[in-house]
């Protein structure tokens, strides 16, 4: 990530103030005072990546929440830009409207159709209002359901991605039934006779994100979290203060870890030091990696089968541990 677009996180302050030092060191340099000073910078650079690995080796529930929000974290755009070709998008729910923050198309994967779908969050103030923050309206869902029954009709797998904070809790959104599009959205992934991959990249917030998520693969990024309900939300049920987001965060069993521990995952996708922020390319490539493996694995079953093997995996969900 190039220097001016570096943004770090509170807990990331030591790693913050080594680079500082580099980028000082760098700025004199640049100023022809003839001094060596490249074993210097060496030095300072290779403190400042082991600080951040160090850092990254034990984040706490909460730490990984702040990661996981990162606003320079690859987004559904930036994974449809790095994985998918011919995609387009298709719009409307034929029933009320368009809702851009589920975004639905058909495209190719490495050369074969497939159907795609998943949150966007916008990169900028003018796309984050466009698409709502991510944050998905009962048109969405309803949406997503429409190119589910295509996708059926013509056989073609789908791949769902996401990264929500939730379903938009808006009084818009109840009346024309969230509850309602969101658990059909949840059963026309279980009905599907097509293999499903999801992969959850950031915020796997409530029903807005098993909406899209009840696959036969279901997989996760190292630092991305998955719950029912934010800590924020939590927070303020539990204890009627939403400032013990923190305290919530790390009780609430909502990392990767604890997702493939109780077997509600099938996997955890490693993400380079310090974030998949850092190196958006790499975690995209590793992403793609993943998909591939995980639809070879399902391409010899049967319709049938297929199905079978999804609801089994969410009934055997709290019967063991993974």
Wanted: overall charge negative; glycine content about 10%; proline content about 4%.
């Amino acid at each position: 990530m190039q220097d001016q677009m570096r943004s770090y996180l509170d807990f990331e302050k030591p790693v913050a103030e080594l680079d500082s030092k580099v980028d000082e060191l760098r700025a004199l340099a640049a100023t022809g005072t003839g001094t060596d000073i490249s074993d210097e910078v060496g030095r300072i650079e290779d403190k400042a990546a082991q600080a951040l690995a160090d850092l990254y080796t034990n984040l706490t529930p909460w730490q990984k929440t702040l990661v996981a929000r990162h606003p320079q974290r690859p987004h559904f755009n930036d994974f449809i830009k790095g994985l998918i070709t011919e995609f387009t998008p298709l719009a409307g729910d034929r029933k009320f409207g368009e809702d851009e923050a589920l975004v639905a198309g058909f495209g190719r994967f490495r050369g074969e159709p497939i159907c795609v779908m998943g949150q966007e969050k916008g990169d900028s103030t003018e796309s984050r209002i466009r698409h709502n923050f991510g944050m998905a309206r009962p048109e969405g869902y309803r949406k997503c359901v429409r190119l589910m029954e295509m996708a059926e009709r013509f056989g073609l797998p789908v791949l769902s991605l996401a990264d929500s904070a939730g379903a938009y809790p808006g009084i818009g959104a109840e009346e024309r039934g969230q509850a309602e599009a969101i658990a059909r959205s949840t059963d026309a992934c279980l009905a599907l006779t097509v293999p499903n991959v999801a992969i959850i990249t950031g915020e796997g917030m409530s029903g807005g994100a098993i909406a899209i998520t009840t696959a036969n693969k279901v997989l996760m990024l190292e630092h991305a979290i998955y719950s029912v309900i934010s800590p924020e939300a939590a927070s303020s049920i539990l204890w009627r203060d939403g400032t013990k987001a923190q305290e919530a965060a790390n009780n609430m069993k909502i990392t990767a870890q604890d997702m493939l521990r109780f077997g509600v995952i099938d996997q955890i996708l490693k993400e380079p030091v310090g974030g998949a922020h850092r190196d958006p390319a790499a975690m995209i490539a590793t992403t793609g990696d993943a998909i591939a493996k995980a639809f070879d694995e399902l391409r010899g079953l049967d319709a049938d089968a297929i199905r079978k093997q999804r609801r089994q995996k969410f009934l055997d969900i709290g019967r063991k541990l993974g």
